[in-house]
């Protein structure tokens, strides 16, 4: 892969080209999946690319009981349309080491000029000999090196209060098709222990020089058509697989508007 322009995967979290998203719902029984996103700017260039932010929301929940009940989530997988790009030349690699174990004060610290992206997660922690409670934790999203040829995005989870941390490793994959870029993480097995995810909220953005020009971590255009303004087109299907076994799926449509 080549290290200069990489089609968007780290949107995986992405999943909005234009215009905001409504959210998308899918339901097993009682297990309910929501998964929605944004760009900004709406509007963007039908020939090249714009630097964007991209904003990514998830939720499980339950549609009839509490919480608690929720199979724990494993792993998310999100395949997105290859018009996004995401630029890595010329910024800093963040080690696994340097973030995990670490408060997010020392990630700050030595892998400042990596964090690619910032949100938030809400989780139920479910211990032994110990009722449930919730912890809403932190989120830095972190440039990372390559491993066997795919790009690799570090997200950090920190909770101060109870202290906790927990690192998801999103793997960058190149597929056939529209939505041939595929970005996917498996929670790590020491928060398997512990971490029932029921929330996330990530947005993705950074501008930096690099060989005297200003560039974007992440850029998207608007491919349409001679004629049209705007186009409507396939964004991003996500897959959520459970520890019981359960896997599901939610698609979203996306429409960008041509700028000026």
Same mark, same amino acid.
């Given at each position: 892969?080549?290290?200069?322009? *990489? ?26 999946? #929501?998964?929605? $996103? ?31 009940? *929720?199979?724990?989530?494993? +792993? ?12 890595? !030349? ?6 696994? =080491? ?28 479910? *211990? ?8 809403? =934790? ?7 090196? !390559? ?6 995005? @570090?997200?950090?989870? @920190? ?20 939505? $041939?870029?595929?970005? +996917? ?21 950074? /501008? ?9 971590? #992440? ?7 001679? $004629?049209?303004? +705007? ?8 897959? @959520?697989?459970? =520890? ?6 939610? +698609? /979203? ?8």
């Amino acid at each position: 892969m080549r290290p200069a322009v *990489l089609i968007l995967a780290a949107a995986a979290l992405a999943l909005c080209v234009g215009v905001p998203v409504a959210a998308e719902v899918n339901q097993d029984g009682d297990l309910q999946v #929501v998964f929605e $996103g944004a760009m900004r700017p709406a509007a963007l260039p039908r020939e090249g690319a714009a630097p964007v932010t991209v904003r990514v929301a998830g939720d499980i929940r339950s549609a009839a009981s509490g919480p608690d009940t *929720l199979p724990q989530l494993l +792993s998310i997988s999100v395949a997105i349309n290859r018009e996004g790009r995401l630029f890595d !030349r010329g910024l800093p690699i963040c080690p696994i =080491a340097e973030v995990q174990p670490a408060t997010e004060r020392n990630a700050r610290r030595e892998c400042r000029g990596a964090i690619v992206g910032s949100g938030h997660v809400r989780l139920r922690v479910r *211990l032994p000999n110990q009722p449930p409670f919730p912890v809403r =934790a932190n989120l830095l999203a972190f440039n990372g090196p !390559r491993r066997n040829g795919r790009k690799l995005i @570090y997200a950090q989870a @920190y909770a101060g209060k109870p202290p906790g941390a927990f690192v998801l490793t999103f793997r960058i994959d190149r597929r056939p098709g529209v939505l $041939g870029t595929v970005m +996917s993480t498996t929670l790590p097995p020491a928060a398997r222990r512990w971490a029932y995810l029921t929330h996330f909220d990530m947005a993705l953005h950074r /501008t930096y020089w690099w060989h005297g020009a200003s560039r974007s971590y #992440v850029s998207a255009g608007c491919p349409a058509p001679p $004629g049209f303004r +705007s186009v409507e087109f396939p964004l991003a299907a996500a897959t @959520y697989g459970f =520890a019981d076994g359960r896997s599901l799926g939610v +698609s /979203t449509v996306g429409r960008c508007r041509v700028r000026g």
